[in-house]
């Protein structure tokens, strides 16, 4: 967590003085107060209910973690509870409240872990200002660099997603050209090849077979990710596992880990190499190579980076911060935006200091959609298809259009059904939700102007036009309602903000 001073962004420390805390969810049990940050996630070693990488299921309503005690929690009622945790600490060390934020998302979030991501922020009591995506607000960190002009290419590795952003930086103006990713590709994945790869060392040694077993997998994976973390400074290191009076024992070389989980980091490289191809941007092109998230401290990815690049990568921002500052940044601009802080020190002040590090003016970002926007329709053999109206990478806000006619006599209402992806298969897309709108009754044939909008966070919306009534530009009949089945409703969202306000978090 981060606020903009005078002086410039600063990260704030949260209560035990860390500059950063794991995101992991500690339930004892007593369902009035959970645990939060390093302490939850040391409880992970000794089985407790911590949950952790829920940013990767945010939107999916099937995924819920499940405590001992009984209870059940959506990904988006999990980030809650760390988010309220954050406000909390973020008080503590400010002196007075914390009520309205931007909160950073990966850039290849679509709909439905925005919204998800939106909603948890209300949970946590927080008004969210902006959905910023991680490689733009580390960027705009970046950007306080005299020398930071030209073609960047920001890789963006973290604990549970990937991200790459090609974007050019020009004095105060960021512009996002093209981005891609994996939302389900991270460090955690990381390291569970090197669980796999200590157990099988176990089983070769004459040990037993963990494979199967949850709980000694749970310690092993702590246990993994600390061997990869000395495995960035050392070329072997060596892991033990005490379990039931017994101790084993496995030596891990950074040789083994690079070849276990090769396959991972190309996955990285295919995406990064496929986006420059479809900007249409050579290697040549790239300025500057910024390396974000706490895994691209791993050595291969900067060798990977190096070589994929031809030049040596220097380290201009902190990998591990980077994100935060660049968001206090945004706060402070979407804080003036929104009227806040104009009749004292707060907004007004925080934006002069912005201008005041880029030269005099507030730097502008204009970023692009992760996914192509579309609809459900059918060709003319009556075939449903996907239909892209807004297609990936375009500048946001955006806006694309596609005319429908009713299809029988005082029709009084029109759907659509949105889709996120630009393959025609509508089974190869996701389905963002469904709209109903009300529409005058005209005879079949009736044209309706649907206009698809994605907003500044990359929400979608639509807007229903008839042009009956104006064959130029149509008149506006209202915006779709649209029921988004994998985030929740308006109901469950009141109820979950009422049940975890009786949660304390520590």
Known sequence: MAIMRPTGPEIIRNQEGERIMPSAVFFPGD????????????????????????????????????????????????????????????????????????????????????????????MAGLNVLRILNEPTAAALAFGLNDASDGLALVYDLGGGTFDVTLMRIAGREFTVIATDGNRTLGGVNFDGRLVDFICQSIVAAGGPDFSDDPDVLTALREKAEAAKRSLTTVDSTKVFLPHAGKSYSAVVSRADFERVTADLLDETRHTTANLLTGAGVA???????????????????????????????????????????????????????????????????AVAAVAALFKGEAPIVRDVTSHALGDIAQDKQGNDVNVVVIPANTPIPARGSHIYTTMAERQTRMGVKLTQGA?????????????????????????FRFDYLYDIDQVVHVEVFDMTADGVNGVKVGECDIDRAANMSDQALSTS?????????L
Do not use: C
């Open 31 to 122: 369902a009035g107060e959970v645990q939060v940050g390093t302490q939850a996630k040391n409880m992970a070693a000794m089985g407790g209910d911590v949950a952790q990488f829920v940013k990767r299921h945010m939107g999916e309503p099937g995924w819920q973690f499940h405590t001992s005690s009984g209870a059940t929690y959506r990904a988006e009622e999990v980030a809650s509870l760390i988010l309220k945790r954050i406000k909390s600490d973020a008080e503590l060390a400010l002196g007075e409240p914390v009520t309205d934020a931007v909160v950073t998302v990966p850039a290849y979030f679509d709909d439905s872990p925005r919204t998800g991501t939106r909603q948890a922020g209300q």
């Open 283 to 349: 290697w040549s092109d790239i300025d500057h190579f910024l390396l974000v998230g706490g895994s691209t401290f791993m050595p291969m990815v900067q060798r990977m980076a190096e070589e994929l690049w031809g030049k040596p990568i220097e380290r201009k921002v902190e990998p591990n911060e980077a994100v935060a500052l660049g968001a206090a940044i945004a706060a402070a601009l979407a804080s003036a935006e929104a009227g806040l802080g104009k009749d004292g020190p707060g907004a007004s002040d």
């Open 423 to 447: 393959d025609p298969d509508p089974t190869a897309v996701a389905v963002v939700g469904e709209g109903m709108i009300t529409i005058p009754a005209y005879p079949a044939g009736a044209p």
């Open 497 to 505: 903000i009422a049940r975890l306000a009786g949660i304390d978090v």
